[in-house]
């Protein structure tokens, strides 16, 4: 079984930053890719950042140059650095993994999702 634990969301005003993290745990052979997606209220869930094996990390145009993506495969942890933070990055982000696991199978996992709210 893998798990997905998220922490670092919370309440800041605009102009401020929050680092979110994420570690994987279980029985798996690789992390293939690792992405951050949120939703918020009323809208679909959409891709923030991504890093796939051996590319470059992808952004969505509304956090170019403010978020930055990173994983640290030794500790098996996903991390977003979120600057200058806007009220309308206020949502519930969530941690998404693509991994090889032991049966040699690729599975997709979610972390629980964490709260991100920014006031004006």
């Known amino acids: 079984q893998v798990q997905l634990v998220e922490s670092g969301g919370g309440l800041v005003q605009a102009g401020g930053s929050l680092r979110l993290s994420c570690v994987v745990s279980?029985?798996?052979?690789?992390?293939?890719?690792v992405g951050w997606y949120r939703q918020a209220p009323g809208k679909q869930r959409e891709l923030v950042a991504g890093i796939s094996s051996g590319r470059d990390p992808n952004y969505a145009d509304s956090v170019k140059g403010r978020f930055t993506i990173s994983r640290d495969n030794a500790k098996n942890t996903v991390s977003l650095q979120m600057n200058s933070l806007k009220v309308e990055d206020t949502a519930v982000y969530y941690c998404n993994v693509n991994v090889l696991d032991y049966s040699l199978i690729r599975r997709e996992y979610w972390g629980q999702g964490t709260q991100v709210t920014v006031s004006s």
């Open positions: 279980g029985r798996i052979v690789r992390i293939n890719a």
